[in-house]
Protein backbone atom coordinates (compact mmCIF):
# COMPACT_ATOMS: atom_id res chain seq x y z
CA UNK A 1 0.00 0.00 0.00
CA UNK A 2 2.67 2.23 0.96
CA UNK A 3 4.32 1.89 -2.43
CA UNK A 4 1.42 2.22 -4.44
CA UNK A 5 0.94 5.98 -2.79
CA UNK A 6 4.84 6.71 -3.16
CA UNK A 7 4.67 5.94 -6.61
CA UNK A 8 1.40 7.94 -7.29
CA UNK A 9 3.26 10.59 -5.62
CA UNK A 10 6.42 10.37 -7.71
CA UNK A 11 4.53 10.06 -10.83
CA UNK A 12 1.85 12.95 -9.90
CA UNK A 13 4.76 15.08 -9.22
CA UNK A 14 6.78 14.35 -12.00
CA UNK A 15 3.43 15.08 -14.38
CA UNK A 16 3.34 18.34 -13.11
CA UNK A 17 6.87 19.49 -13.36
CA UNK A 18 6.72 18.33 -17.03
CA UNK A 19 3.05 19.80 -17.55
CA UNK A 20 4.18 22.88 -16.04
CA UNK A 21 7.52 23.22 -18.55
CA UNK A 22 5.25 22.82 -21.44
CA UNK A 23 3.39 26.46 -20.59
CA UNK A 24 6.55 28.92 -20.86
CA UNK A 25 5.88 32.78 -20.81
CA UNK A 26 8.08 33.02 -24.05
CA UNK A 27 5.15 32.41 -26.46
CA UNK A 28 2.19 33.77 -24.02
CA UNK A 29 3.00 35.75 -20.88
CA UNK A 30 -0.12 35.30 -19.78
CA UNK A 31 -0.20 31.78 -19.23
CA UNK A 32 -1.98 31.10 -15.63
CA UNK A 33 -4.78 29.46 -17.54
CA UNK A 34 -3.13 26.84 -19.33
CA UNK A 35 -0.82 25.85 -15.96
CA UNK A 36 -3.97 25.71 -13.62
CA UNK A 37 -5.75 23.71 -16.25
CA UNK A 38 -2.32 21.06 -16.17
CA UNK A 39 -2.15 21.13 -12.29
CA UNK A 40 -5.53 20.55 -11.68
CA UNK A 41 -6.19 17.94 -14.14
CA UNK A 42 -3.31 16.19 -12.36
CA UNK A 43 -4.08 17.02 -8.84
CA UNK A 44 -7.25 15.62 -9.52
CA UNK A 45 -7.12 12.74 -11.45
CA UNK A 46 -4.78 11.83 -8.60
CA UNK A 47 -7.30 12.73 -5.84
CA UNK A 48 -9.99 10.50 -7.86
CA UNK A 49 -7.85 7.79 -8.36
CA UNK A 50 -7.41 7.71 -4.73
CA UNK A 51 -11.36 7.53 -3.71
CA UNK A 52 -13.91 5.03 -3.89
CA UNK A 53 -13.75 1.43 -5.72
CA UNK A 54 -14.18 2.59 -9.03
CA UNK A 55 -10.77 4.51 -9.33
CA UNK A 56 -10.65 4.33 -12.85
CA UNK A 57 -13.72 6.47 -13.46
CA UNK A 58 -12.98 8.20 -10.38
CA UNK A 59 -9.32 9.38 -11.85
CA UNK A 60 -11.25 10.69 -14.91
CA UNK A 61 -14.17 12.54 -13.23
CA UNK A 62 -11.39 14.20 -11.27
CA UNK A 63 -9.14 15.30 -13.58
CA UNK A 64 -11.85 16.70 -15.45
CA UNK A 65 -13.19 18.58 -12.83
CA UNK A 66 -9.31 19.78 -11.86
CA UNK A 67 -8.95 21.01 -15.03
CA UNK A 68 -11.78 22.87 -15.28
CA UNK A 69 -11.14 24.55 -11.95
CA UNK A 70 -7.63 24.96 -12.38
CA UNK A 71 -7.95 27.08 -15.93
CA UNK A 72 -10.97 29.09 -14.13
CA UNK A 73 -8.76 30.29 -11.44
CA UNK A 74 -5.80 30.60 -13.82
CA UNK A 75 -7.96 32.40 -16.25
CA UNK A 76 -8.79 34.82 -12.79
CA UNK A 77 -4.95 34.84 -12.43
CA UNK A 78 -4.29 36.30 -16.01
CA UNK A 79 -7.11 38.67 -16.43
CA UNK A 80 -5.86 40.51 -12.78
CA UNK A 81 -2.24 40.85 -14.45
CA UNK A 82 -1.64 43.65 -16.21
CA UNK A 83 -0.77 43.50 -19.57
CA UNK A 84 3.45 43.76 -20.32
CA UNK A 85 4.26 46.40 -21.51
CA UNK A 86 6.88 46.81 -24.67
CA UNK A 87 9.90 49.00 -24.07
CA UNK A 88 11.67 48.63 -27.20
CA UNK A 89 14.57 46.46 -26.24
CA UNK A 90 17.44 46.20 -28.89
CA UNK A 91 16.79 47.79 -32.17
Known amino acids: MKRNILKC ?3 SGTSIAL ?3 CTGSEMAPNNATQTGAAT ?10 NTGHHSGRN ?3 GGLLGAAV ?13 EPVETGGWQ
Open 19 to 21: LNG
Open 59 to 61: AVI
Open 70 to 82: GAGVGNAVDNSNP
Open 9 to 11: ILI
Open 40 to 49: GAVAGAVIGY
